[in-house]
């Protein structure tokens, strides 16, 4: 029962009652369709959201943080014009 996302079977569920409330005979040839499509329509879903988080900013993401990239890029200029005086000694 893991590849099924609550609310896929919701809305399969709320449109299968639907069917039965607005057109009985059409229920029945309907459920069985509502059924196969569960599993498939939760894993688009699933991926879905997925694909959603890894485009979410974090706190370990670094542009989420810019006073901590400022504080890197600075550091990183350091140790290149601390490399470039040790080079140049030589």
């Not at 609550?6 to 309907?30: M, Q, S």
């Not at 810019?66 to 600075?74: G, Y």
Request: hydrophobic residues 50%; charged residues 20%.
């Amino acid at each position: 029962m893991k590849c099924f996302n609550w609310k896929v079977i919701a809305v399969l569920a709320a449109i299968g009652i639907g069917l039965y409330a607005l057109a009985p005979g059409t229920a029945a040839a309907a459920v069985p369709l509502l059924v196969l499509a569960a599993c498939p329509l939760s894993m688009l879903l699933m991926m879905r959201a997925m694909s959603s988080m890894g485009s979410c900013k974090t706190k370990d993401d670094p542009e989420a943080n810019p006073d901590e990239v400022a504080s890197l890029r600075a550091e990183v200029a350091a140790l290149r014009a601390e490399r470039q005086s040790r080079s140049e000694a030589r």
